[in-house]
């Protein structure tokens, strides 16, 4: 038979080949990522009829080139233009994802539940287990999970995305530990200068995320030199209930300068009408027992001659400013006076609460006996204890009325201590170095808020609800809430290969590593590293290319074509060897 015949069969078998390829390229010109395919040729071997020769010098005959008739022709390879991206697809779906390669080709880590696979098909959704998953297969998207400890990427071995999972569907609370105050101060507002002052409500949240309102006032002490004091009004919770007053009325030594204004101090003198009144906090001045205030001092009368001593019960009274003597006790000599008072359960010896008519909490308010702040001016005649504030000086430079300070000298903020108030608090920092006084048509705009740097850092939050997911250039997914708040949720890794044409298709949009394409480290890496990037909204589109694909149609049908004439011809020629028998 004629070589001709089975060179020119295979002829069609391998155009036929290559015809398969082009129907399959041109089938899925509308397949998300499909990556088009081409097909090369290779002659298969050749018989030879006669080898080559050299030249001979001593016959003088040149050399003679080897006679060989091929066999016909095979299909060499097919091979993935993976390299080639497709054009972009416009979705507006935050869960369409197209590779943007910028030096290395990329692809999505997939996992059937056995296997990974890899895909440049970014068409995704949440299934109902809420995995980020292919819309396609279901197959569940492959990358790296938040570190608990530090709150950032762990780049680990590749785990399903769970995305929207019990843990992340809430953003927990934060308390509030930042505020800035800001604005105007007019001293000739007349809201500064009433007895309320210039109100101004500071809203801040406790760690529960519980919101409430710290209602702050600005009072003048001095328009002239530009001083003005801030005062803690109330704290209300979100029913407009006073949960200072509850603090306060609560007993256990609760006093408001421990929530407000401790930072300062303020003075208090009490005038009385006996100047003869001494106090020893920690005993008599010859060292007798501590732990009590003595009262006495000696005088002298003209009958006995003898020095007498006089032990005074004192009691003050605060709010009125005043304090009252009481209760005289007379000894005959300082000698019997002071073994008098050193005796122990002797009645004359006071203790501090039945001295001052006063209960201990009050006289905690005061000092104690190791560090009194009680003192006794017996030249003046005056008594003056010296009490933690209850607000805050806040004061201006008079040349320009930029803000010079708040609670004293050098510095900028003061303290809203909601820590006394229970545990679920944070201390509220209020800075006040925005502040200034101005004259602005007798309107003061002093305002607060939760927060600095644009209400941001420490303005603590309520519990957040899941409001949106959205998924970044780097693959980085985040969850959007609706107390302000986007939690990192994970991020998609990708995988890539030294040849990524060696990869091996596997059908849906899926590929498969082979010897030839390089193994997958289960890992991954980061796109972002060569400078490629994950673009939300859009898909990759098929990279075919129809006029490519149809005039490759044209020439597969020409070979086809002659290859089928070869096979006629070969056909005609055997006809006319069989019509020599006739």
Not at 395 to 404: A, I, Q
Not at 523 to 534: K, L, N, P, R, T
Request: proline content about 2%.
């Amino acid at each position: 038979m004629m070589r001709s015949l089975f060179s020119a069969v295979s002829g069609l078998k391998t155009h036929q080949t290559k015809m398969d390829v082009i129907g399959n390229n041109v089938a899925n010109v509308n397949t998300v990522a499909f990556k088009s395919s081409t097909t090369t040729f290779s002659e298969i071997m050749y018989q030879t009829v006669s080898n080559a020769s050299g030249p001979n010098a001593n016959t003088g005959k040149g050399g003679v080139n080897a006679r060989q008739i091929g066999l016909g022709v095979t299909s060499g390879s097919t091979k993935i233009t993976i390299a080639s991206s497709g054009a972009a697809e416009t979705t507006g779906d935050g869960f369409d994802i197209r590779l943007a390669d910028k030096v290395t080709t990329n692809f999505f880590i997939v996992n059937t539940g056995s296997q990974n696979l890899f895909t440049r098909a970014g068409s995704f959704y949440v299934d109902g287990a809420g995995n980020l998953a292919m819309t396609s297969t279901g197959y569940t998207v492959m990358g790296w999970q938040v570190d608990p400890t530090t709150g950032d990427i762990k780049k680990d071995t590749v785990s399903a995305l769970r995305i929207m999972q019990e843990k992340n569907l809430t953003s927990p609370a934060e308390a509030t530990t930042m505020g800035t105050v800001a604005g105007v101060m007019d001293k000739n507002d007349t809201g500064v200068t009433s007895d309320e002052g210039h109100m101004m409500n500071l809203n801040f949240y406790d760690k529960l995320g519980y919101r409430y309102t710290a209602r702050l006032a600005v009072k003048v002490v001095d328009p002239d030199a530009e001083r003005y004091t801030v005062e803690l009004v109330d704290i209300l919770d979100s029913t407009n209930t006073s949960i200072l007053d509850k603090y306060l009325n609560g007993g256990n030594g609760a006093a408001l300068s421990k929530v407000f204004g401790e930072n300062g101090t303020e003075s208090k003198k009490f005038k009385g009408s006996d100047s003869h009144i001494s106090f020893y906090p920690n005993g008599t001045p010859d060292g007798k027992p501590a732990g009590y205030y003595y009262a006495y001092d000696t005088f002298s009368m003209d009958d006995p001659p003898e020095a007498i001593v006089e032990y005074a019960e004192v009691t003050l009274d605060p709010e009125n400013n005043s304090y009252s003597v009481a209760a005289f006790t007379y000894f005959a000599t300082q000698e019997d006076a002071v073994n008098r008072v050193s005796t122990d359960g002797d009645p004359d010896i006071k203790p501090l609460t039945e001295l001052f008519g006063m209960t201990q909490e009050q006289i905690d308010a005061f000092g104690s006996t190791t560090n009194p702040k009680l003192e006794y001016d017996a030249a003046t005649g005056e008594f003056t204890y010296t009490q933690p504030t209850v607000n805050y000086t806040l004061k201006f430079n008079e040349e320009n009325g930029t803000f010079s300070y708040v609670g004293g000298a050098g510095s900028n903020s003061v303290t809203l201590k909601m820590s006394e108030l229970g545990v679920n608090f944070e201390d509220i920092e209020i800075d006040f170095s925005t502040c200034k006084s101005s004259d602005n048509g007798g309107k003061t705009t002093l305002g607060a808020e939760a927060g600095i740097n644009n209400g941001s850092d420490g303005a603590g939050r309520a519990l957040g609800k899941m409001i949106g997911i959205s998924i970044n250039v780097d693959g980085r997914i985040y969850g959007s809430y609706d107390n302000g708040n986007t939690e990192l949720l994970g991020q998609i890794a990708v995988a890539q290969f030294a040849n990524a044409s060696g990869l091996e298709k596997v059908g849906e949009n899926c590929y498969t590593t082979t010897l030839n394409s390089g193994e997958f480290d289960g890992i991954g890496v980061e796109i972002a590293a060569d400078g490629s990037s994950m673009i939300a909204g859009e898909l990759e589109m098929s990279n075919v290319d129809l006029s490519t694909e149809f005039t490759q149609m044209i020439i597969t049908q020409r070979g086809f074509q002659s290859n089928s004439r070869v096979i006629t011809t070969s056909d005609t020629l055997l006809e006319e060897l069989i019509n020599l028998k006739r």
